[in-house]
Antibody, heavy 120, light 107 residues
Framework: QVQLQESGPGLVKPSETLSLTCTVSGGSVSSSSYYWSWIRQPPGKGLECIGSIYYNGNTNYNPSLKSRVAISVDTSNNQFSLKLSSVTTADTAVYFC????????????WGPGTLVTVSS | EIVMTQSPATLSVSPGERATLSCRASQSVSSNLAWHQQKPGQGPRLLIYGASTRATGTPARFSGSGSGTEFTLTISSLQSEDFAVYYCQQYNDWPQTFGQGTKVEIK
């Protein structure tokens, strides 16, 4: 069974870049059967799609975040990563990585999430 | 983007009772609707996709229905492990969007 695990700093200063990595086990980020997603959840609020990446590097970003987001894939380490630049306190959230089935586009497996706080 | 609205925000139900959760889309999403369950401190878990197809491992007491703009998740007889927050997600259009969630709590 596929497992995903987020990792990265839990505290980021305003105006800096948030960087997170998702390590995948039990499956391959090189598979053409899946997309790999980032989704976030501000404290006490709902879920927001950030973006996703395909094994060939093709990406889709939420238009509301597109100017600040970059998602990349590292096939050698079976990981994919998120960078969110120029963060503000509004970017404080639990960040989830997830797998999405190609052609169906809903998330079928999620990581446990990691809290990132933006504060000076 | 498509706005998903869930109701009620909180549902108080006794174990063994039936729970009915609603999800409405601001425009048609066909049957491209999923339901996810989230427990405190955990990532969401996929329950239903295609509006009515149970994901692998989803108990038969969970059923989904609807199409277009109106959807329902029904839990036929609530078990202790079902008390959680439930989110609907449309994947008909990008960006995919989620409802604000319905919390199912013990009455």
């Amino acid at each position: 069974q596929v497992q995903l695990q987020e990792s990265g700093p839990g505290l980021v200063k305003p105006s800096e870049t948030l960087s997170l990595t998702c390590t995948v086990s039990g499956g391959s980020v090189s598979s053409s059967s899946y997309y790999w997603s980032w989704i976030r959840q501000p404290p006490g609020k709902g879920l927001e799609c950030i973006g996703s990446i395909y094994y060939n590097g093709n990406t889709n970003y939420n238009p509301s975040l597109k100017s600040r987001v970059a998602i990349s894939v590292d096939t050698s380490n079976n990981q994919f990563s998120l960078k969110l630049s120029s963060v503000t306190t509004a970017d404080t959230a639990v960040y989830f990585c997830a797998r999405k089935i190609s052609g169906l586009y809903f998330e079928d497996y999620w990581g446990p999430g990691t809290l990132v706080t933006v504060s000076s | 983007e498509i706005v998903m609205t869930q109701s009620p925000a909180t549902l108080s139900v006794s174990p063994g009772e039936r729970a009915t959760l609603s999800c409405r889309a601001s425009q048609s999403v066909s049957s491209n609707l999923a339901w996810h369950q989230q427990k405190p401190g955990q990532g969401p878990r996929l329950l239903i996709y295609g509006a009515s197809t149970r994901a692998t491992g989803t108990p038969a007491r969970f059923s989904g229905s609807g199409s277009g703009t109106e959807f329902t998740l029904t839990i036929s007889s609530l078990q202790s492990e079902d008390f959680a927050v439930y989110y609907c997600q449309q994947y008909n259009d990008w960006p995919q969007t989620f409802g604000q969630g319905t919390k199912v709590e013990i009455k």
